[in-house]
């Protein structure tokens, strides 16, 4: 295994990329992070503000900005870029970003193409945007995080709805980073033998608890830079294990759990019963509908110099 990645790269210094950004500074992942963004000026400033969080916690991790085209040397590439919008929708939310995202997720992956590295789309709709990724770079190694945030929350609502530790909870959430996510609950254990899940209240947190925490705080951005982080010490080969990540299922992209051996990756689907059966099936049809719509978006030019 290895020990330290020689690089990884950040795109986007908003809320996540911020986040993900400190994680792995904080963790001492890897020996040189390069962030990306809009601007060289947003690049440029985190870059010093994770060298101040460098030097206060002794960290390895050398940070510095560049520009995206730049990452092709990195490892992995976290992509956590969002175009500026109003998502003005109150169900289905994350769909909201499909037209404003894909234009600027399409120029990125234009700039990577071929890139063979790790990549890991955090930009929302994830499920479409990381198969648009995937499809207009070329890359192999492209996933997308969501069904493993979704999965975390799961676990963590169970073991309360249960009061259990949330160690003791193993089962996955697949499906759509959305509307349409799977609760696995016919193969949920505790401490390995099965159990009754009640599963309005769990879907009914799931549905909630992002909501609440945008409403908090403007953005979600620990969870989601936790399982990047994770994520990225899976991909890296640092620790073998498994997450729930977007990835090709059948004729679309949609979350489904990953195993990596030395960052190796191999898909595959917890059992279901048929009722999750039918419930991804139907994921699957949504996302491939919304996925034409997505890939047909025509490449606009990138907004302009002001917000965010
Ligand atoms: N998949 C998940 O689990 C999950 C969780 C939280 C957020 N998200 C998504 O992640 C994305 C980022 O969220 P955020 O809160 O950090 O957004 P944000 O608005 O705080 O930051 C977005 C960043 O993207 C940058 N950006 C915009 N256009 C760019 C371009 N062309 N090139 C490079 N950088 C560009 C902006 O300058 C900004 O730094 C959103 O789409 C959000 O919905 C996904």
Known sequence: MTARVPAVGVIGTGAVGQTVSGAVVASGLCDRLLVASRTVEQAA???DDLGDMRAALGSPVRPAATEAGELRECDAVVVAVRARFTNTRTSDVRMGGAQANAPVIRSLAEQLVGYPGTVLVVTNPVDLLTRLWAEVSGSQRVF?????LDSVRYRLT???LLDVPVGAVAGHVI???GEAAVV???STTVNGHPVPVPLQQVRDELKVRPGRINAGMGRTRCGPAGVVASTLRLACGVEDGATELSAPYGKTWLGIPVHFTEGQPLPSL???DAAEARQLEAASTKLRAAYL???GVPLQPLPGRNGP
Not at 144 to 148: L, R
């Open 270 to 272: 917890p059992p279901l």
């Open 293 to 295: 719509a997505v890939r």
């Open 158 to 160: 169970l073991a309360r």
């Open 144 to 148: 997308g995080i969501g069904s493993g």
């Open 184 to 186: 696995c609950a016919s």
């Open 45 to 47: 400033a985190l870059a």
């Open 175 to 177: 499906g759509e980073h």
